[in-house]
C-alpha cells in the first residue's frame, strides 16, 4: 500500500469513519497502541482526523518512527477489510 504523508487517515479509510471505536478495539500491536496514547489518539475518529505527517509531529511519535505509521496502515487496512466481510456475510444472510 502506498501512503500519501499528507492525506487524513480518514480518507485513505473512508469505510471506517462512521465507526465509534477506542484503538484498543483494533488489535494494534503493543508498541503502537501505547504511541498513540502518548499522542493522545484514543479513538479511531481521532486516530483518522490526522494524516501520517500530522501523527508523526507528536514527539512521542518521532521517538518511535520505524514502522510506526506502516503498522497504524496495515492495522486499519486489514480492520477495513475485516468489516467489509462482515457486511458482505451480513447482506448475504
Known sequence: MNLDYDMK????????QSLELDIEELDFPVRTYNTLKRC????????????????????????????????????????????DAIKCQDSAS
Open 40 to 83: 493522545n489518539v484514543h479513538t479511531l475518529q481521532s486516530l483518522l482526523a490526522n494524516s501520517c505527517n500530522e501523527l508523526l509531529e507528536h514527539k512521542e511519535a518521532v521517538r518511535r518512527t520505524d514502522g510506526l505509521i506502516e503498522q497504524i496502515a496495515h492495522t486499519l487496512n486489514n480492520f477495513h477489510t475485516w468489516e
Open 9 to 16: 487517515l480518514g480518507d485513505m479509510f473512508p469505510n471506517l
